[in-house]
């Protein structure tokens, strides 16, 4: 099975700052790749996902993500963070021949003015 | 276009006793899921569904049930609730596992 680690379980920034959220993961198999986010009391909703293609991946809201091989990692940024960010995060990667997903356990992000 | 919906919002249950969250969806998605979400644990998948008549277990079936009799619906189903399940329950639905999911707003389930 596949496994995704989320390095920091909350994360805490000021209004305008640098987002950087860390996700590696484990797979026998090229991956496919994706950010959620949860809004309080919510569902999940798509960020952005890496399936083939460009490493460098633009999703909504601003944010991105980098598809590393050889670290292994796909990593979310934000240039300039807002109040309207706050919210949990969770990265996921494709699993059982791409028939399933494995999500991380979340990071927290929460933002100061 | 109401999506992914999910009743009921909130529901108490007695150790021991049975239960089937419900689950629809009006965008003809072939794949729908559910997952359990703990603090800590993020979200896992518990049973899925490649469409109708076909349903597969997740990472964590044992005490649920589900059955796929129409493309709208995916019910799970708690045979005999124990404390170990109170959990917030999420549907999701989409074309394919890779595409995007769309979640429903979650059952939360406390078990007694």
């Known amino acids: 099975a596949q496994s995704v680690t989320q390095l920091g379980s909350h994360v805490s920034v000021s209004e305008g700052a640098l987002v950087l959220l860390r996700c590696n993961y484990s797979?026998?198999?090229?991956?496919?790749l994706f950010w959620y986010v949860q809004y309080p009391n919510q569902g999940l909703q798509l960020l952005l996902k890496?399936?083939?293609?460009?490493?460098l991946v633009k999703g909504i809201n601003g944010f991105e993500a980098e598809f590393k091989k050889s670290e292994t990692s796909f990593h979310l940024t934000k240039p300039s963070a807002h109040m309207s960010d706050a919210a949990e995060y969770f990265c996921?990667?494709?699993?059982?021949?791409?028939?399933?997903?494995?999500f991380g356990k979340g990071t927290m992000l929460l933002v100061s003015p | 276009n109401a999506g992914v919906t999910q009743t009921p919002k909130f529901q108490v249950l007695k150790t021991g006793q049975s239960m089937t969250l419900q689950c629809a969806q009006d965008?003809?998605?072939?794949?729908m899921s559910w997952y359990r979400q703990d603090p800590g644990m993020g979200l896992r998948l518990i049973h899925y569904?490649?469409?109708?008549?076909?349903?597969d277990q997740g990472e964590v079936p044992n005490g649920y049930n589900v059955s796929r009799s129409t493309t709208e619906d995916f019910p799970l189903r708690l045979l005999s609730a124990a404390p170990s399940q109170t959990s917030v329950y999420f549907c999701?639905?989409?074309?394919?596992?890779?595409?995007?999911?769309?979640f429903g707003p979650g059952t939360r389930l406390l078990v007694l």
């Open positions: 999701a639905s989409g074309t394919g596992m890779m595409e995007t999911q769309y």
């Open positions: 996921a990667v494709s699993d059982r021949g791409y028939s399933t997903l494995t």
């Open positions: 569904s490649v469409g109708a008549g076909i349903t």
């Open positions: 797979s026998s198999v090229p991956p496919y």
């Open positions: 890496y399936t083939t293609g460009a490493t």
């Open positions: 965008m003809n998605h072939e794949y």
